[in-house]
């Protein structure tokens, strides 16, 4: 009978140290290690004596960019496809940037490997790696295929963060703008106005109605801009932590994203090919469709999708088709569920999923590209609106004065 080899739980841990450095000058400070001995070698590699070293407590886990996710697995693949062992290859990368949060992670992968812990179960020890990462990683332990499952995962993860830039830059943008002009526009409303009111106090003579509607903006924006601003702080604030606590709020707010005419689309596009290439890609790697979708419960980032997803699991597992599934949570639209059943009865499902996938990248970056057309005009009207508005109302009363003059 094979032994079990323990699994070690040691954790990382924060350091005091004091000691001298090449030049025999005292130096002091912290670091994050595994033990005193892991803190006494990274600090020898620092060309520094260790006189003390002291046990602060464990160490807070760090916070891990998507982006540096992306990048081990890419370096990883890179390694394995080179021909270097799992073990060495995850030493190198922890070497390469030993103080980051990410290379503590990769140390104590390493550790677990060491002994005796499976990749993928190491994996799913830190909350940094999601179902799908860790499920791809396990079937590609067991096909002896994970260089190229790793090298799968960077690309769709490097083309998933390609496109999401675009599509906070293709919404942020007029946002950003509208935002600044309307600041402006109170600016001119607190300082500018009151100015012109002085002066049309002195004319004796009745305002058109712009400006007494713009006096009178002003007059209320002045009153009202402290209470105003302490309301919409409290309601981002309250908002912000609803949404966290809150899982009928975050339904509510996701279901909202995906109705407006020119945004929804967007993100429906967006959910829609997150899907299908995760599911896509577990079904090309042997996954069970039984099995892919407790994988995929999370990954749209949408919770109409991901509660469609579950929806879907339960009709599959009672033996219903695909496509039919799909059909019932209206989160698909007809081209999506025509090609999901043609595929079925085809039996190429896996392929069909990932060109869904291609098509809708397609389409989004068009939407994207439309959309960023057809918004800079629009931020150009707005902007002339609001301020060609607020300059006709203020000089009117001075032109119609020097007219009857």
Not at 135 to 163: F, M, N
Request: proline content about 4%; glycine content about 8%; charged content about 15%.
């Amino acid at each position: 009978m094979t032994p079990v080899v323990p699994i070690s739980e040691v954790r990382d841990a924060r350091f005091a140290w004091r000691g001298t450095d090449a030049h025999g000058r005292l130096r002091r400070g912290a670091l994050i290690a595994a033990d005193v001995t892991a803190a006494r070698d990274a600090l020898k590699q620092q060309r520094i004596t260790a006189v003390e070293i002291i046990r602060k407590g464990p160490a807070r886990p760090g916070r891990i960019r998507s982006a540096e996710i992306t990048l081990f697995s890419r370096q990883l693949a890179n390694l394995l496809q080179a021909g270097v062992p799992l073990l060495s290859a995850l030493n190198i990368i922890a070497a390469s940037d030993a103080s980051s949060a990410l290379a503590r992670v990769v140390r104590a992968l390493a550790r677990d490997i060491a002994q005796g812990l499976h990749f993928s179960d190491a994996l799913t020890r830190h909350r940094c790696f999601d179902a799908l990462y860790c499920q791809l990683v396990a079937v590609g332990e067991a096909s002896g295929s994970l260089a190229a499952l790793l090298a799968q995962l960077a690309h769709s993860r490097e083309r998933a963060a390609a496109q999401k830039a675009k599509l906070r830059a293709a919404l942020s943008y007029p946002a950003g703008v509208l935002l600044l002009a309307l600041l402006i526009t109170v600016a001119l409303m607190l300082w500018v106005v009151p100015t012109f009111q002085q002066i049309f106090d002195g004319f004796g003579a009745a305002l058109p109605a712009p400006t007494r509607v713009v006096l009178a903006l002003s007059a209320a924006t002045a009153r009202g801009i402290v209470p105003a601003s302490l309301a919409i702080f409290v309601l981002c604030l309250g908002f912000g932590f609803g949404l966290r606590r809150s899982a009928a709020l975050r339904a509510a707010f996701d279901r909202a994203l995906l109705m407006p005419p020119m945004v929804g689309p967007l993100f429906r596009q967006w959910a829609i090919a997150r899907w299908s290439r995760a599911l896509g890609t577990l079904l090309k790697a042997g996954t069970p469709l039984a099995d892919a979708f407790d994988v995929i419960s999370n990954i749209t980032g949408n919770m109409m999708f991901d509660r469609a997803t579950h929806t879907i699991a339960r009709a599959v597992r009672r033996g219903e088709r695909l496509s039919g599934a799909m059909r019932a949570t209206g989160c698909f639209p007809p081209a999506v569920l025509q090609t999901v059943s043609v595929a079925e009865e085809s039996g190429a499902l896996d392929t069909m999923l990932n060109d869904i996938a291609t098509l809708n990248d397609h389409q989004l970056d068009r939407r994207i590209e439309a959309l960023a057309g057809l918004v800079e005009p629009l931020i150009i009207v707005v902007l002339g609106a609001l301020i060609g508005g607020l300059v006709v109302a203020l000089y009117l009363p001075i032109i119609q004065l020097g007219n009857v003059i």
